[in-house]
């Protein structure tokens, strides 16, 4: 059974950090792409960050670049994302997911298997 399960959200401050974690069970980790996305009240989700397990690669959505970054413990099957510099409108439970592609892949449609998500609440 495909398990992710997302951890580390909760309230900070503007200008602050957090790590979200990602565990995933299942599948083999090493081949799978695992994306980070996240979902206002009211907005579509939208997607931050893929880490592309079979070619090693991390891409971006130009939302987040500089202010997030994306990684990977194999070992451990988790991916992380460090947060830096939190803004009000960051607020959002965050999610990740997983597909068994490589590449780059930001939309949601492009994922079979989602976690439950967390919440970030970022206040100003």
């Known amino acids: 059974e495909v398990q992710l399960v997302e951890s580390g959200g909760g309230l900070a401050q503007a200008g602050g950090s957090l790590r979200l974690s990602c565990t995933a069970s299942?599948?083999?980790?090493?081949?799978?792409?695992i994306g980070w996305f996240r979902q206002a009240p009211g907005k579509e989700r939208e997607g931050l960050i893929c880490i592309s397990g079979s070619d090693g690669n991390t891409y971006y959505a130009d939302s987040v670049k500089g202010r997030f970054t994306g990684y990977s413990d194999n070992y451990k099957n988790t991916v992380y994302l460090q947060m830096n510099n939190l803004k009000p409108e960051d607020t959002a439970v965050y999610y990740c997911?997983?597909?068994?592609?490589?590449?780059?892949?930001?939309?949601?449609?492009?994922?079979?298997?989602w976690g439950q998500g967390t919440q970030v609440t970022v206040s100003s």
């Open positions: 299942g599948f083999p980790f090493d081949d799978y792409a």
């Open positions: 997911a997983a597909d068994h592609r490589p590449g780059e892949r930001l939309f949601a449609y492009e994922y079979d298997y």
